[in-house]
C-alpha cells in the first residue's frame, strides 16, 4: 500500500516538475533567441566587416578605429546630448502643471485628459504635424508670430533652429506621462507632513522644498533614468522630421546614424560596434544615476 501510493507520489512530482519546466523554458527561451544570442551576435559582429548579406569577415578593432576618428560619429553624439536638454525641461514643466492641476478646481479632469492625449497619439503622426507647423511658408508657428510682427526662421531648415525644434517638439510629447506620475506621487504624499510643517511655521515654498521635493524623488529619478535611455535612442521624429540629418547634420542622433550606416551604406559592422558604444555609455550613465541615488534615498519611518 504505501509503496502505491509513493509510486504515484513520485510519478504526481514528475508530472508537476515537468509541468513547471515548461512554463519555465518559455520565458528562458525568449531570452536566449531574443536577447542573449543578438546581444553576444552583436558584439562579435562588431570586430568584422559584414554588409549584412555575405558572412561576416573579421577584422579586429578597425571599426571602433574608425569610429573614433570618424567626425560625423562625434557629432551625432554630441546632438544626441544636446537633445537631452529637453528632459530637465519637461520635467520642471511636468512638476509645476501636476502642481496646478492637484489643486480642486473646475476642469482638472478635462485638461489631464488634453495633455495626456499626445503621449498615446502616434509619434510618427506627431512628427508630421509639427514638421508641418515649423513650415517656414505656411506653418502654424510662423503664422501665430506674426501676428505681433515676428518674421519667424524656417525651423527645420535652420542649422540654429533644428534642434531646438525637435526639443521642443519632444517635450510636449512627453509632458503628460512626466505629469500624471508626477500628479500621482503628489495625491500619495502624507498630508501630515504638511500639516506639521505648517504648525512648525514652514511657509509654501519651505514646505515644497523639503516636502514635497524629496517625497518625489522616486519618481523624478524613475523619469530621469527612462528619458535619458530614450532620449539616447530618439530616431523616428529626427528621421521623419529632418530625413536627412537636418542642416549641417545639426540633428542627426546617434541611433539616426547607425541606422543609416547600416540600411543605406550596409555597413553592419560598422554600426554595430557603434551600437556596442551606445549600449556601454547608457549602461554606465544608469548605474552611476542608480550609485547617486542610493546615496540621495529619502523615506519616512
Known sequence: MSTTMTSRRSRLHRREHLVAAAFVAIPVLGFLIFIAYPLLFSFYASFTKWNGLSDPVFNGLDNYVEMFNDPYFWQAMGNTVFLMIGIPIGLVLSLLLALALNRSMRGTTFFRTVYYVPVISSLAAVAIL????????????????????????????????????????????????????????????????????????????????????????????????????????????????????????????????????????????????????????????????????????????
Open 130 to 301: 509639427w514638421q508641418w507647423a515649423y513650415n517656414g511658408d505656411f506653418g502654424l508657428i510662423n503664422q501665430v508670430l506674426a501676428i505681433v510682427g515676428i518674421d519667424g526662421p524656417n525651423w527645420l531648415q535652420n542649422a540654429d533652429t533644428a534642434k531646438p525644434a525637435i526639443i521642443i517638439m519632444s517635450v510636449w510629447k512627453g509632458l503628460g506621462f512626466s505629469m500624471l506620475l508626477y500628479l500621482a506621487a503628489l495625491q500619495s504624499v502624507p498630508r501630515h507632513l504638511y500639516e506639521a510643517a505648517a504648525i512648525d511655521g514652514a511657509n509654501a515654498f519651505q514646505q515644497f522644498r523639503h516636502i514635497t521635493i524629496p517625497m518625489l524623488s522616486p519618481v523624478t529619478f524613475f523619469l530621469v533614468v527612462t528619458s535619458i535611455i530614450g532620449g539616447a535612442q530618439i530616431f523616428i521624429e529626427i528621421n521623419i522630421m529632418t530625413p536627412t540629418g537636418g542642416p549641417e547634420f545639426s540633428t542627426a542622433s546617434i541611433v539616426w546614424y547607425i541606422w543609416q550606416k547600416a540600411f543605406n551604406y550596409l555597413q553592419m559592422g560598422y554600426a554595430t560596434a557603434m551600437s556596442v558604444v551606445l549600449g556601454l555609455l547608457v549602461f554606465v550613465i544608469t548605474a552611476i544615476q542608480f550609485r547617486i541615488n542610493r546615496r540621495f534615498q529619502f523615506s519616512i519611518d
